[in-house]
């Protein structure tokens, strides 16, 4: 190698050093690690200003594990601000709107273990329609409920024959 060839070598092996250098330092702002033992402003919540109701006796009695007062509650808000009842988001509570509905639905009763119920006779629906399938292991679900399935293109036809306003659908 000559004196030309060893000053290329050089100038070679400088530049990567610098270049290797400048790609293992500080990323700055693209660095989204948190470096710092502070807290995670993402998982800071902001609440509600407190008030003091005139009558104290008024307050809820404190449950553990239970809301809190001025604990925010971002879809309440959003049910609000898009003109909704955000009462109606609490569980068990039925608007005043739905209790007839409601009234007419339980006149029967309620079987409180409906869910549990209604899973033991699906199983034992796709049991019995996959019996005498050719592949055992694989899910059958949608051949078992084939006959139970709507066509929505039919039901669109059908509710647009008979003059209902629908939604614009995909074609078929």
Do not use: W
């Not at 239970?66 to 604990?71: L, M, P």
């Not at 003109?83 to 079987?111: C, E, K, M, Q, T």
Request: proline share 9%; with cysteine; aromatic share 6%.
């Amino acid at each position: 190698m000559g004196v030309l060839g060893m000053h290329k070598a050089v100038l070679l092996t400088v530049m990567a050093v610098a270049l290797s250098a400048c790609a293992g330092g500080d990323r700055g702002l693209r660095d989204l690690r948190s470096n710092g033992g502070g807290p995670d402003e993402f998982q800071v919540n902001p609440v509600n200003p407190l008030v003091i109701p005139e009558n104290l006796s008024a307050l809820p009695t404190p449950t553990p594990g239970g809301a809190n007062r001025v604990d925010p509650n971002p879809q309440a808000d959003a049910v609000a601000i898009l003109g909704g009842n955000p009462n109606a988001l609490i569980p068990n509570g039925i608007p005043a709107s739905d209790s007839a509905i409601v009234a007419a639905a339980r006149r029967n009763g309620v079987d409180p273990a409906i869910r549990q119920t209604l899973a033991a006779e699906d199983a034992a629906f796709r049991n019995r329609a996959s019996r005498f399938g050719f592949f055992r292991g694989r899910d059958r679900y949608f051949r078992a409920y084939s006959r139970q399935a709507l066509d929505a293109y039919a039901e669109l036809q059908r509710f647009r024959n008979a003059g209902v306003a629908t939604p614009s659908a995909p074609p078929q």
